[in-house]
Nanobody, 120 residues
Framework: QVQVVESGGGLVQAGGSLRLSCTASGSIVSIESMHWYREAPGKQRELVASIADDGTTKTADSDKGRFTISKDNAKNTVYLQMNSLKPEDTAVYYC??????????????WGQGTQVTVSS
């Protein structure tokens, strides 16, 4: 079994900052990549940022310069530092982890999500 748990969401005023964390645990041989998605009310879930096992990162164009993804390999944890938050960033933020299990097969696991609310 693999568990993925996010934390760090909350209510913040526009212009403020939050740091989200996501930790994967359980039967993990290695982590191929970790990703942050968000789902705003009435909208489809969208990719915010990704980080690969070699540290390569990708960030959505709309968030470049404001959001930074990073990871701590020793803790199987990925972070999303969000600065200059806007009301339109309000959403549930989800973490997805692609792991290699004992069998050598790759699986993706999602966390339960953490709410981020930005007030104007």
């Amino acid at each position: 079994q693999v568990q993925v748990v996010e934390s760090g969401g909350g209510l913040v005023q526009a212009g403020g900052s939050l740091r989200l964390s996501c930790t994967a645990s359980g039967s993990i041989v290695s982590i191929e990549s970790m990703h942050w998605y968000r789902e705003a009310p009435g909208k489809q879930r969208e990719l915010v940022a990704s980080i690969a096992d070699d540290g390569t990162t990708k960030t959505a164009d709309s968030d470049k310069g404001r959001f930074t993804i990073s990871k701590d390999n020793a803790k199987n944890t990925v972070y999303l530092q969000m600065n200059s938050l806007k009301p339109e960033d309000t959403a549930v933020y989800y973490c997805k982890t692609i792991v290699v299990r004992d069998s050598g097969a790759k699986y993706q696991y999602w966390g339960q999500g953490t709410q981020v609310t930005v007030s104007s």
